[in-house]
């Protein structure tokens, strides 16, 4: 499906993001990436969504190097991979048929595009996506009338329907509550399975990629730390990942016990009184 | 439940079939023929005057009229906004409300003050209702041919606009400091200098200074009606279908705009600069400089001019003025011209609104290349074009046009297509480099062909500010399609032309009073839209 040979990213200020990227992933698989946070999981997602190029190494991607294409067939490709953003970019003020239903404006031929401005072209699968995400009755409300939540979960229905070979999900729950997180993230696993696609998705929530995802990815710093099957994945070797002396991990549920009350910790004074 | 539907579909169709059924008719009225755009004789006219263009003309003797026209253009704008000046400043230290002394109490007089204050808006209402080229019209009959005509007549309704302005300036910052001062017994004119200047004066000056630009703009065609300047350079050229000299024209308009644009901007720029710093009016060494400069073009535009106004104020001017202007009254109301004026006053909003949608769409159009989204040689290409087509007024155009197409509305259409599309343009460019780029980034990363990323991921964003911009533009061409006329492009100003041109001067004061509840209804149409679409419903 894909394969990332040494691959390097340095950003225009000079920045490296990503270092010695070795990573493949065959059809129907499924990894969670996992990180600190800056460890580079939204890079390397935009790598391999083609949105940035290399600036070292080497990336095969469904069958060949997307860079060696032209731009009518990278438009192709582009169109067999799908991205669910960390903060969705959807316009405000377009409703979320619409928003959904550009998911396939990529495999539309353009008149169906320009028609569906007018009147959706497929109200049924828009809606049935938005159904396996508890939002179905959104569907002809305008995307700012939604909440944070909501709108991260149109994005995700977006995906859905673009029904790609490739899903890349980039902190795909975020803004969700842990039941609802857990049940949108089964759902694209499911979705996923069901299709035969392959699933790449960055998770902050460590419980939730080893209850859905039989591969881990760590990274740190713009490294690969480990690529390891879900059950050789333990404790120690995350908290050595994210590097909390005597925390705890990020977890989906509960508060983690050293990360209380930060401000008061830090010797600030407690809101309330002005020390300005 | 099985088969939902859009439930805005049928608000679509309706809001679609209600622009099907207004656009008609006014495509009728407006005789929306694209056609005779290429029909052969026309192409022919066109198509010679043009090749003309090539070279322009670079004579000796042409290019000292040329310059001596430019020159009295420039003149006229500047003395045309220091009479303007002149005007305002007391009629807005009258009509406005953070001056009002009797307000204070209330003490004596506040009834009179408040229908004094009613009484001397409608005059500013008058004042700037008309745009200044009828008024220009007006004076020529008067004053004869030249530019003391053209400088009265900006000085008038540029008067009124600033009055307006200063006004609401005036009145929008706080107001409790002249307050203070007129409790304290103070003059109007020190409460307006101790108490309201030190807070306003930059956005006064600003506003001074975008107005000048503006009448630059005016008085490039004020020669259309022979009040001197470029315009009836323009005219003459264009009679004798000379194309080289109209090319060698247009090209000094362009020149013109875009440095009293740059000029204005500059101006401008500084003014916010050195607000920051020492806050009000402080005379320092550049502010005084700059008073210098202003004083000496002050004085060289009237030497330049050289009006004699001391004549106009004579005895006899003042009478036989009084006698032309009784001539107006009483109004021609006879049902038959309320229905010829009526038809003109629809055939104006019709070239009004054809031609602003049609900018609208040709400014969206060019505004892609222009906002840099096919790289930078585009930009810079149609960045020029837009410059072209608003540094030729939409009047130039219009004479243009009448060839092109023919005399009569639609070639006043196609000239406000232009110059609008042109202004629009510019405006929608930055509007699409504005808008946030994400949407429609994401759109193009999953295989989007780019046409539809626009319309899914850009347009839904920027869509509301485009609309307010045309919607704008749309109330300043309606005021334009009224006086386009005076070269043959139909509507009210065609009347106009025709009555005075036959000195039928009842019939012209109708046509005239047209134009004014024309445009009141525009400005107060224009309001309610505006609370409508600002209404969270809108
Ligand atoms: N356009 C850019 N220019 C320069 N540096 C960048 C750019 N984008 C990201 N970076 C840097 O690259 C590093 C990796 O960023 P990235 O967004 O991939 O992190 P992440 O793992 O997704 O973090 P998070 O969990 O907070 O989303 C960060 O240190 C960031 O500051
Ligand atoms: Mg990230």
Redesign the interface.
Known sequence: MFRLHDAELTHSNGFVALRDIALAAEAGEQLAIVGPSGAGKTTLLRLISTALRPTRGRIDLLGGDPWALSAAELRRLRARIAVAHQAPPLPPRQRVVTAVLAGRLGQWPWWKGMASLLYPADITGARAALLRLELGERLFDRCDRLSGGQLQRVGIARVLYQQAQLVLADEPVSALDPALALQTVQVMCGDAAARGATLVASLHAVDLARSCFPRIVGMRDGRIVFDLPVAAVDDALLSELYATEGGGLPLLAGEPAGMSLPARAAGLPPRGTCWR | MK???????PG?AAALLLAIVILWPLGVIGEFHPWTLFEAQNLRVMGGFLAAFLPPAVGGEFLAHLGRATLETLAIATAGIALAFVLAVPLAMATTQALSVSRIGPGPGRRRGEWLRAALRVVLVVLRGLPELVWALLFVRVFGLGPAAGVLALGLTYGGMLAKVYAEILESGDSRPARALLEAGASRLQALCYGLLPGAAQELTSYTVYRWECAVRASVVMGFVGAGGLGQLMDQSMRMLNGSEAASILLTFLVLVLAADALSGLLRRQLGETDGRAGALAFGRRSSLWLLLLGSALLASYLWLDLGLAALLSAAALASMAAYFGAFFPLDLSPDWLASVAWGALETVAISALGTLLAAAAGLLLALPASGRYGQAFEQLTRFLLNALRSVPELVWATLMALAAGLGPFAGILALALHTSGVLGRLFAEALQNAPP??R?????????S???F????L??V??QLIAYSLYRWEMNIRMAAILGFVGAGGLGQLLYVKLSLFQYPQASTVIAAMLLLSVAVDAGSAWLRRWLASPGG
Do not use: Q
Not at chain 2, 3 to 9: F, K, L, V
Not at chain 2, 441 to 449: I, K, N, Q, R, V
Not at chain 2, 455 to 458: H, I, R, V
């Open positions: 088969h939902p539907r859009d439930p805005a579909a679509r994400r949407p980034d994401a759109l193009l990363e999953a295989g989007t062909p046409a539809s990323a319309l899914y991921g850009t839904p964003e869509s509301p």
